[in-house]
Each structure stands twice: as structure tokens, then as C-alpha cells.
């Protein structure tokens, strides 16, 4: 109770508008209902995807492309020296980009666990080291990590992605912790079911049958998009949305066990 209260009351608000807000995974999706709520709040975009086609498609007016694989050491650089040389300064990074799987972690090939743990966890730790200098230089800036419900809670039908999820969440929480006194912030954001292609898009598998029937209780990615930006005004640690999340997150701390029975249950593994 005394988290969600913190969340609920901020200290010191930030300004959306004018402040040059870097995406990633911005052509679809979280990352481009992101794009058009921060552009409506007045921020200066910088977007990234792969696809430059479907990014160009999705992307609001006058916001800056940088396509690139951020798997790709020299195309994250690109990114972050672009964004630089248009703007001069990144205010916040948003890293959205991510894949998923729905595999069980003692069949998925290590080959494929290490692509997704370089797309949901290495990618965000190398952009974050490429714009934290500047931002300590300026001692202003506010690094997003845009993590799941599964970073808190573990979700038996995709393993690895949910561990990914968790050193998301750890990351986030210790760079919280080293970067105090900097001017730098930071938040990750755990959403839970939300409306996008992420099921179509995943690498391999599909969602247990009683899964696909939660799909009605998901959120749409503009409500996720609204919770971020909202999020990042109040300087938000933890932005769970939909917030009858923390009842979930909460659960799983008092009641470990019960809530794992259930997870195993709905996976058809109980």
C-alpha cells in the first residue's frame, strides 16, 4: 500500500513538452502509440525500429528515423549519434523494443535464448550506456525500460521472455540506485495483456488456450502509452498498467505459492 501511494503521489513533476524523447520498436504496437502520445504532449521524437518502411508508416510528423538493429553495436551507435546531431541532447530513452517466445526454458535452443536475451536485455543496457554520459553531463534525464507483468510475476508459458522481464526490472532498480545524486531517473514499466501483434510476432509457440481467452481483459497500447508518458511526469518508479496489476504483483509476495499453483494451473502444467 505504501508503494502504490509514493506512485500516486510525486514530488517533483516533469515537462513532456519540448524535451527530446527517444523510442525504440517505435513502428508498432507500445512503441508507436508511445510515439503519438508524446508527440501530442509536444516532445521531439526520435524513432527506431527495424523496419523503416512500417516505421516511416507509423511515425508522427517531423519526428527524426533512425532505423537499425540494436542487436548491432555499430547500428545502436548510429541511433544514438543521429538522435545527438538533430537535437543535440536525448531527455529520455525509451527502450521499448522487444521479442518473445512460448517455449519451455529446458527445450528452447540456446541459440534462440541468446537473441532474446540480446533484443530484451543487452540492447537496453548498450543504449543505456551510450546516452547516460551526456544526461550525467547535464545531470537531467530519465531512462524508461519498458519491461511486463512477467518481470514481476513468473509466467510459466514463455519462461525465458519473463527472465528477461526480471533482469529488465533488476536493471532498471539498480541503475535507479547507482545513478542517485546524477539527475538521472529511472522506470520500468510492467504491462500486462495489451493489444498489439506481440502473439503474432512472437519467434516461436503460442499462448496456452486459457490465455487467449484473457485476451479480453487486455488494454488497449494508446492506455499503455498514456500510462508511461504519465508515468514518466511523476517520475514513477514502477508503472504497472493496468493498475489492478499491483493486485497481482502484491498477491505474489504475500501468497507465493498459491499464486504459482494458479500459474501452473492456467498453463495446463497442473
Known sequence: MLLLWREAHPTRPMR?????VLITGASEGIGAACAAEFAASGAKLA????NLEKLQASAPKDALMVPGDLTNDA???SV????????????ILINNAGVGYYQASWEMPMDEVRYLMEVNFFAPLAMTQLVVPAMRTRR???????GSIGGKVPLPWMPVYTMSKYAVGAMTDCQRVELK???????VVCPGYVQTNFQKNVRYGQTPPRIQKARRFAISAETCALAIRRGIEREARTVVTPRS???FVIAMRLFPSLVESKMAEMNGTA
Open 16 to 20: 513532456i513538452d519540448g524535451k527530446v
Open 47 to 50: 524513432l527506431n525500429a527495424r
Open 75 to 77: 547500428d545502436r551507435r
Open 80 to 91: 544514438v549519434e543521429r538522435t545527438l546531431a538533430h537535437y543535440g541532447e536525448i531527455d
Open 140 to 146: 537531467s534525464g530519465m531512462i524508461v525500460n519498458v
Open 181 to 187: 545524486g546524477s539527475g538521472i531517473r529511472t522506470m
Open 245 to 247: 496489476g499491483w493486485l
